[in-house]
Nanobody, 125 residues
Framework: EVQLVESGGGLVQAGGSLRLSCAAS????????IGWFRQLPGKEREGVSY????????TYARSVKGRFTISTDDAKNTVYLQMNSLKPEDTAVYYC??????????????????WGQGTQVTVSS
């Protein structure tokens, strides 16, 4: 059974940094896609970034490019989202998602079958 557990959320002032972690278990393949999404109440879940393991490629939403970095620690089966220069509009519940193989549209939530429970990030102005 695939399980994803996020951690690292919290309250930070604008301009600050946070690092989110997503601990993955139950993956039986080295070929996968990991994505980070965020969601505000009453809004659609928005793709933030994703990584494809087969070529280690990364993609970012325009709103976070240059500020956020996705990375993996294979030894720990953990995916990170380093978030720098945070803005109040980055406030949301952040989710990690995973899928076997390489997805075609990694910023689209329908591409993923496995989701974590989410972690709250609040950026104060």
């Amino acid at each position: 059974e695939v399980q994803l557990v996020e951690s690292g959320g919290g309250l930070v002032q604008a301009g600050g940094s946070l690092r989110l972690s997503c601990a993955a278990s139950g993956f039986t393949s080295d070929d996968f896609t990991i994505g980070w999404f965020r969601q505000l109440p009453g809004k659609e879940r928005e793709g933030v970034s994703y990584l494809i393991s087969s070529d280690n490629s990364t993609t970012y939403a325009r709103s976070v490019k240059g500020r956020f970095t996705i990375s993996t620690d294979d030894a720990k089966n953990t995916v990170y989202l380093q978030m720098n220069s945070l803005k109040p509009e980055d406030t949301a519940v952040y989710y990690c998602a995973a899928e076997f193989g390489s997805v075609l549209a990694g910023l689209v939530q329908l591409e993923y079958n496995y989701w974590g429970q989410g972690t709250q990030v609040t950026v104060s102005s």
